[in-house]
């Protein structure tokens, strides 16, 4: 016999009441000899020992009721040949989890964890028997049902053909706390919960080991009213902790790309083992060319960030990977990254005066530079021209009427990207591109000057500029200007001394705009013909034009929104080439999680609108720390349970497991009988007392 909650035994204590209360009520009659009584002694004699063995008889029906009743919280099981005595359970209902967690992939001596789970899975089966309700779940941070209705385990076998683990982390709380509902929902009678895994610490994190599992459906126990509890066996498939390195980050440059420019990648590497250095090659390949080969050593638990140069040889989207030598968890030996190189800038520049010297600053020398310019009058302009543009520019002039002030707030809403000259003529459509309530004041100051107020930090767009050039910068004076009010301060990257907007820059639709309170004229001031109007102008049009270098990345199964290209026809191409329609939702394209590492492609018709690269959680999963089975039973609040160790026959102990009977109802329902029989015995005394 064995227990289930043996801390109960030490109520077996309690049978020292009933043994303390006879002894103490015990009256002592002092003896007195009367003459009278004395031929009546020897009829007394047998009327006490008649009293002394009812009053044993009382004392041993209350100890035996007080120890059935402790016993019965302990909840005894008796097995062999005894427990044939007591009748066993009805119909089956068996859960069987299975870690696929990335983790769950590492190779040991014995072969990969996962393959292993799968022939312990495969044991369970083989112990199962035709008409018993089986579910097979695979879980990682979600769970999916494999297989769910009564055991044909030809079926079974064959849902498990060609599994392999996937690229999620583990979540082994709310997978047990799911095995858990569905045995409760089986309506059989005996209900076993199974899970294969290798037991990994950050499985649990977020709890500690022996708190109770969470409210609502604690595993391991029966929901309040069913006195059908759930039996569980874990079965670990661990491997001795291997020393793993993960490429854990992958950081590419944060600044538009130019073909033919040469740019710098930041690889963040991590050494999970506490004990060993490791030494190994490491690769790196930009678009199919390897750029870079190197041996690399990394200190035991250690992080390491290796650096790697490529030139940007061909524009558009570029997939990168990072490759180490592979370890016993290959999963994490691979990064996959994505840059965006753009050829050049094309830009509409719609202006009438001043339209040479804002040509000339933004395309010196006739195209050489990253923008290439096509210009247009006010009064000749149409929607025609804004096709293959990337930016437009509005300068001064007669200004746009109302049918062009349409048109370029359908191009910037549509993805397109503006920088609009601030003028009186152009008051119209910055009041229609901008989302705040502007207010404009043409300033002359024909006795004076405007300048700028120095920044405290170096707005993004100024980025070629130096402390002295920003200082110098700050310092050129400003006949005429038009200040603007009703921006809020925070979205000013730089202002005139006056406290009035420079620059400031907002989103609109799908594009954004880029508004500078800037006169391209001489008379306007010093700015146009000082060496800072050339540089200022083409940071401003790359700045709006530019878009991301790298579109960023997602881990394995997460969602990824997207927003651009709101006219377009969008598909996107997941890691492996399956094509897929986003969901359109306000907040722009929303792409499903992918299942795999690798490169979503996101599709505007046949161009690459952008590319997201997706990689595997490296921060929790890689670190091949292990918990015992007992210690995760103990912290997912399973009472009723057996570990199965790897190596340990699964079928004799799950045998003996089953063989036992649990007596607990037999053993109150004895305790309520011996307390009737003990009322009937001390009722009968107190009569014949009477």
């Not at 709890?207 to 391991?220: I, K, L, N």
């Not at 999970?272 to 190197?294: D, N, Q, Y």
Request: aromatic share 6%.
């Amino acid at each position: 016999m064995n227990f289930l909650n043996p801390l109960y035994l030490f109520a077996l204590a309690a049978v020292a009441v009933p043994i303390l209360i006879h002894i103490f009520s015990r009256r002592r009659v002092p003896e007195v000899p009367f003459s009278t009584i004395r031929f009546l002694r020897r009829s007394d004699r047998r009327s006490m020992v008649r009293i002394n063995v009812r009053r044993l008889l009382l004392l041993f029906l209350r100890i035996l009721a007080v120890a059935c009743v402790a016993m019965a919280f302990a909840r005894p099981v008796v097995r062999g040949s005894l427990a044939s005595l007591f009748p066993a359970g009805g119909s089956r209902a068996a859960c069987i989890l299975l870690d696929r967690s990335y983790s769950m992939g590492v190779e040991g001596d014995g072969g990969a964890a996962f393959d292993r789970g799968l022939a312990r899975l495969t044991s369970i089966l083989d112990n199962l028997d035709r008409g018993d309700a089986v579910s097979i779940v695979l879980f990682d941070t979600a769970t999916d049902v494999l297989y769910d209705g009564e055991l044909d385990k030809e079926a079974a076998l064959g849902a498990l053909k060609g599994l392999r683990p996937s690229y999620g982390g583990t979540d082994l709380r709310s997978a047990a706390a799911f095995g858990e509902r569905r045995l409760e929902g089986s309506g059989r009678d005996a209900r076993e919960l199974y899970i294969i895994s290798d037991f990994q610490k950050s499985a649990l994190v977020g709890r500690a080991a022996g708190a109770s599992a969470p409210a609502g459906a604690p595993a391991g126990r029966s929901k309040a009213g069913t006195g059908l509890p759930v039996r569980a066996f874990l079965l670990p498939v661990q491997t001795e902790r291997a020393a793993n390195v993960a490429i854990e980050e992958v950081l590419a440059p944060r600044v538009l790309l130019h073909k033919g420019e040469t740019a710098e990648l930041t690889i963040v590497i991590r050494n999970t083992s506490k004990e060993l250095a490791a030494k190994f090659p490491l690769e790196v390949s930009i678009g199919g060319r390897r750029v870079m080969e190197k041996e690399t050593e990394i200190l035991p638990d250690n992080y390491l960030k290796e650096t790697a140069v490529f030139p940007a040889e061909r524009a558009g989207w570029i997939e990168g990977i990072v490759r180490k030598r592979p370890d016993r968890l290959a999963a994490d030996d691979t990064r996959y990254f994505t840059v965006n190189v753009r050829e050049k800038v094309r830009v509409l520049l719609i202006a009438d005066e001043g339209g040479p010297y804002l040509e000339e600053a933004l395309s010196p020398g006739g195209g050489e530079g990253d923008i290439v310019v096509a210009k247009q009058e006010w009064r000749s302009f149409t929607a025609a021209d804004l096709r293959g543009a990337d930016v437009v520019v509005l300068g001064p002039g007669r200004g746009p009427a109302p049918g062009d002030v349409e048109i370029l707030d359908g191009f910037v809403s549509g993805g397109g990207k503006a920088v609009v000259l601030l003028s009186s003529e152009l008051k119209p459509a910055a009041e229609r591109l901008s989302g705040h309530p502007l207010r404009f004041e043409l300033a002359d100051m024909p006795q004076g000057f405007f300048t700028l107020a120095r920044p405290s930090s170096t707005p993004a767009f100024l980025a070629p500029f130096d402390e002295e050039d920003i200082a110098a910068f700050a310092r050129v004076r400003f006949a005429r200007a038009v200040l603007v009010s009703g921006v809020p301060p925070a979205e000013v990257a730089l202002g005139f001394s006056t406290g009035n907007p420079f620059v400031w820059a907002e989103r609109r639709g799908e594009g954004s705009v880029v508004f500078a309170s800037i006169d391209p004229r001489p008379e306007a001031g010093e700015l146009v013909l000082s060496p800072y109007f050339l540089p200022l102008m083409q940071q401003l049009v790359l700045a709006a034009g530019a878009g991301p270098v790298s579109a960023g990345g997602a881990f394995v199964g997460e969602s990824i929104p997207w927003r651009g290209a709101a006219g377009a026809e969008i598909s996107c191409e997941l890691p492996g080439g399956e094509r897929i329609r986003p969901e359109r939702t306000d907040a722009g394209i929303i792409v499903p999680g992918a299942a795999e590492p690798g490169f979503v492609t996101i599709l505007a018709g046949a161009e690459a609108a952008a590319k997201f690269a997706v990689n595997p959680d490296c921060r929790r999963e890689s670190d091949l720390e292990y918990l015992s089975a007992r210690s995760a039973a103990d912290s997912l609040g399973l009472a009723n349970r057996l570990v199965v160790e790897e190596g340990r026959d699964i079928v004799p102990a799950i045998h003996a497991a089953r063989e036992g009977r649990e007596i607990t109802v037999p053993l109150l329902l004895a305790a309520m009988v011996l307390l009737a029989a003990e009322l009937a015995v001390a009722q009968r005394e107190k009569g014949e007392a009477a």
